[in-house]
């Protein structure tokens, strides 16, 4: 206890210091140092899971022990709002008292479910036995197939001769989809945050005047045509590595910020003003997001594009600040948990097929599902598949056979036939309430997921 206490000082030391530890006034500001805290912990608890397997009881301690701490200064972020006192004489008189800030009132809950979820995701993995991993310094032998794409460090994934049974693969994808729904719902709430931190001026001082500028003769004229096509437009675009979609998403969001600028700026002198008409530009702004969209729903693990991080280093807002932390390292841990179950699902595919071996796997997962969502969908859709918060191998097999008809099937293994019958009994539904707000209306703060750690 003793300990716990230091170490409670030492960290809000470091965030009352603004992490300037000679204290002489020159720190970051309170809202930027509880953003880095929060990214901190996570990089330092989370690290890359190179595995599929349950935390070790010491990170889980810490992590549950110390975002806690982090996430106790919500409680104290209130907003006035009015109520009615009752006097003793009977009389009642409207009065001003102070309740949690609406935002966090509603989304610290539901981040800490998706908190919850994912790590319930990793405990399950404990009891499986069909796969397992060989260190990357083994030899070519015990390793088998090359790894071909850029994560040569990871460890190779070694799955049965003959591939993975098919009850085990249903599993696998039913983790996969649930930690997919995860992933959606922390990314509609980060960008839902982030298009309410106000664009730094800094940020605006460095564009250039004009759409064009930004985007470049090519991709404005693209753009620009009177039929538009995103999916054609990106298809044009050289997305081979991540820097060049970072750079893409860049040169899009400050010709969106432009456009936006010059449609409410009045001031005909200005050099911000508009030569192109209102329509013209609403509509090449919509184009430009729905850009955005596809990208981000193509590429969930992409880096954080220039105008997000200049949002989150000059924010103020300390409410603002832990909403998009938390939310964004949720992103980034189901993102990287999707990667491996990918890379126990590619070894398997491999079993199946060698001659995949040869051929350069994709780097990137991609998030399934319909293109635009929202926050509040993304909830609603983790309540009907009712995501458990434990569903290990043995509670997946044992999951459908509650019931006569249904045991019958289970014992026949006609596993198509469960999936379509056994939904209902899933459990564990998530009962919290999201603002209503459309994932396109959030990327005019649009930003990629893991930057991060």
Known sequence: MDADI??????????????????????????????????????????????????????RSRWKKEIDW?????????????????????????IMTTKQRTDLQMNIPALRKLDAMLVDCLDNFKDQDEFYYVSKDANDAEKGAKRMDDKWWLPTVKVPP?????????????????????????????????????????YIDSLPKNG????????YKSITVDYF???????????????????????????????????????????????????????????????LLIIKHRFPGISQSSLDISKIQYNRDVGHAILESYSRILESLAHTILSRIEDVLYADSLAQNPSLAHC??????????SLKFDAEEEIEKLNSVGTPTSMTL????????????????????????????????????????????????????????????
């Open 6 to 59: 230091e170490l409670m000082k030492e960290k809000f030391a470091k965030l009352l210091l603004g992490e300037d530890m000679s204290g002489g006034g020159k720190g970051v500001s309170s809202a930027l140092a509880l953003s880095n805290a929060i990214t901190n912990l996570a990089a330092s608890v989370f690290g890359e899971q190179r595995k599929l397997e349950p935390m070790s009881p010491e990170n």
């Open 162 to 202: 003959n591939g993975l049974s098919e009850v085990t693969k249903k599993w696998i994808q039913f983790e996969k989809d649930s930690v997919n729904q995860v992933l959606k719902a922390a990314m509609a709430i980060n960008a839902q945050v982030l298009s309410e931190m106000e664009i730094p001026e800094n």
């Open 360 to 369: 350069k796997r994709p780097s990137m997962v991609q998030i399934s599902g």
């Open 70 to 94: 982090l996430l106790s200064v919500t409680d104290y972020i209130v907003e006035m709002v009015p109520s009615h006192q009752k006097n003793k004489d009977g009389s009642s008189m409207e």
């Open 229 to 291: 096509d995103p999916e054609q437009f990106l298809s044009t675009m050289d997305l081979s590595s991540e820097h060049k979609i970072v750079d893409l998403k860049n040169r899009i969001e400050a010709s969106i910020v432009i456009w936006k600028r010059k449609m409410h700026n009045k001031d005909a002198k200005s050099p911000w003003g508009s030569g192109v008409s209102m329509e013209k530009r609403e509509l090449f702004e919509e184009r430009a997001e729905t850009i």
């Open 394 to 453: 043995l509670d997946f097999m044992g999951w459908r056979t509650e019931q006569g008809e249904v045991g019958k099937r289970a014992s026949n293994a006609n596993l198509d036939e469960l999936d379509e019958d056994g939904d209902e009994k899933l459990t564990g539904k998530l009962h919290i309430q999201l603002p209503k707000k459309s994932y396109i209306d959030n990327l005019g703060g649009s930003r990629s997921p893991t930057s991060r750690h």
């Open 212 to 219: 064009r500028s930004s985007l470049g003769d090519f991709m």
